[in-house]
């Protein structure tokens, strides 16, 4: 079985070309062509890209905005206060449950779809969901880095001195009026 040739649509791929937005690659993925009879038919019709945006070169170091600790703890943050929309979403559904299931029993006449979506919003559904939230919530909880050993001592150190029999005293007092 041979396969039969499409038209190329090379006015298509000439304008995308000209207009610099996507990589030649892209396009050529788009037009299910290779990069290379891209690269060929825009030499040889002088195709002009349009300026693009200067983008990071690869050999230059890239600029960390964060250390990995504090990266993680923005993620964590970010993953809780995903997980806690996810929580509003199942409180919505397990609210309104009685009214979701018969507006899929009214609407939905092919059974097999109705089986799956009475099965979606089903109670073991919604607690296997909220296990599952439940779990992510405690991970993202300990993703924060644990103190090594020494800052956990610093910081014993540094309770233990703020007060108690073994707080840091204070200097001597002078009492001494010289006037």
């Not at 298509?12 to 290779?34: C, F, K, P, Q, T």
């Not at 019709?45 to 964060?66: I, M, T």
């Not at 993703?143 to 204070?170: M, S, W």
């Amino acid at each position: 079985m041979t396969k039969e040739n499409k038209p190329i649509d090379w006015v298509g791929i000439e304008n995308d070309y000209r207009a610099g937005v996507l990589s030649i690659r892209d396009i050529a993925r788009w037009y299910g062509v290779s990069h290379t009879a891209i690269n060929k038919r825009a030499k040889s019709e002088n195709w002009n890209r349009a300026a693009q945006p200067k983008h990071l070169d690869r050999r230059e170091p890239v600029e960390r905005l964060s250390t990995p600790v504090e990266a993680a703890a923005d993620l964590s943050e970010k993953g809780k206060a995903l997980a806690g929309r996810m929580m509003d979403e199942l409180d919505a559904v397990t609210s309104l449950h009685g009214e979701l299931e018969d507006m899929i029993c009214a609407e939905e006449s092919d059974s097999r779809r109705r089986q799956s979506l009475l099965r979606a919003i089903s109670l073991g559904e919604r607690a296997k969901t909220l296990k599952d939230i439940s779990a992510t919530l405690k991970a993202f909880s300990e993703v924060a880095a644990p103190a090594g050993k020494k800052a956990a001592r610093k910081d014993a150190a540094a309770a233990a001195a703020a007060g108690g029999k073994f707080a840091q005293r204070p200097g001597p007092k002078l009492v001494v009026d010289n006037k």
